[in-house]
């Protein structure tokens, strides 16, 4: 997926907010966002993939300031409200009737998850909001095709499955553990270093997915999303292995639509942006659960 106009105020955003976070250094503060301003003049042009744009941002970012995790405290705090609110997540699915239907409530749960995120113009979100989220996902879920997913769940041998944010992992572990019941096996993979506000194996820990997953992995890499190019070999084998793969946020539709793939991809989000909305054909603040067939 491809910039658009919208994505460079963003960016641009974004950048200002983790610096803030990354030093209260009010000099530094000015250089950084100097360079920043000078590598999007280079690297923001028609045709760059805003998840790779935003990676070399966030690099520079951490290297000017020397702090390699900005959005540590905020990652720490979304754990913390996604692990209070998950035991009446874990109700609304046991309360429910059939396996398909557990398995729909669960993908519910991680689409509203994807909505933990911070510093996107135009998307407030507030961790208190999560429960309110959730009572709505069955009405605020634009594309349902989470009955195509369930059957491809139910045929695959082997699943990965990319992470996005800290926080929304812990709603993840309901579904990976849904999936497990399936039958397949479910390798999980989160981010190696920091990467804005997604999960480390230190959130995955936190969040009990060790415990559902029947590996945890790494990418090898801190990219927003997935670059097929900068991952690990232990990733990499894994994504080939794999009959199934379910992603996660934003990051990687922007990623993973790139690449000619020979399996299908289950993309689960919530639409927190003006471009990756209008991508899919629907409006912000929305559920989204779609099969993206590989390539002829």
């Known amino acids: 997926m491809k910039v658009t106009a919208a994505c460079l105020p963003c960016m641009t955003h974004r950048a200002y907010r983790e610096v803030c976070y990354a030093t209260e250094d009010e000099g530094l503060r000015l250089k950084v966002m100097v360079e920043v301003a000078k590598l999007l003049a280079r690297e923001f042009k028609p045709g760059a993939v805003p998840a790779i744009v935003g990676t070399l941002r966030d690099r520079l970012i951490k290297e000017m300031t020397g702090n390699p995790d900005p959005y540590r405290a905020a990652k720490e705090l979304s754990n913390k409200a996604a692990l209070e609110l998950r035991p009446k997540a874990e109700q609304y699915i046991a309360s429910a009737s059939t396996g398909l239907e557990r398995f729909r409530r669960a993908c519910l749960c991680a689409a509203v998850g994807n909505a933990i995120e911070f510093d996107i113009l135009g998307h407030a979100f507030k961790l208190e909001l999560l429960s309110e989220l959730l009572a709505r996902a069955e009405k605020d879920i634009a594309i349902d095709e989470i009955d195509a997913f369930y059957k491809l769940a139910r045929n695959a041998r082997k699943i990965l499955y990319l992470t996005d944010n800290a926080g929304e992992v812990a709603f993840d572990v309901l579904l990976v553990r849904e999936l497990r019941s399936l039958g397949p096996e479910v390798v999980v993979a989160v981010k190696a270093e920091p990467c804005i506000n997604d999960a480390l194996i230190e959130d995955a820990l936190v969040v009990g997915m060790d415990k559902v997953a029947s590996k945890l992995i790494t990418t090898g890499t801190d990219t927003v999303g997935l670059v097929l190019e900068w991952a690990s070999d232990e990733c990499l084998r894994a994504y080939e292995e794999a009959d199934l793969i379910v992603a996660k ?43 993206w067939p590989p390539s002829a």
Do not use: Q, R, S
Not at 278 to 290: A, D, F, S
């Open 249 to 291: 946020g934003m990051g990687n539709i922007e990623t993973l639509t790139e690449y000619k793939h020979d399996k299908p991809i289950a993309f689960l989000l919530f639409t927190k942006c003006e471009t990756i909305a209008n991508h899919l054909g629907v409006e912000k603040g929305m559920c989204v659960v779609k099969i």
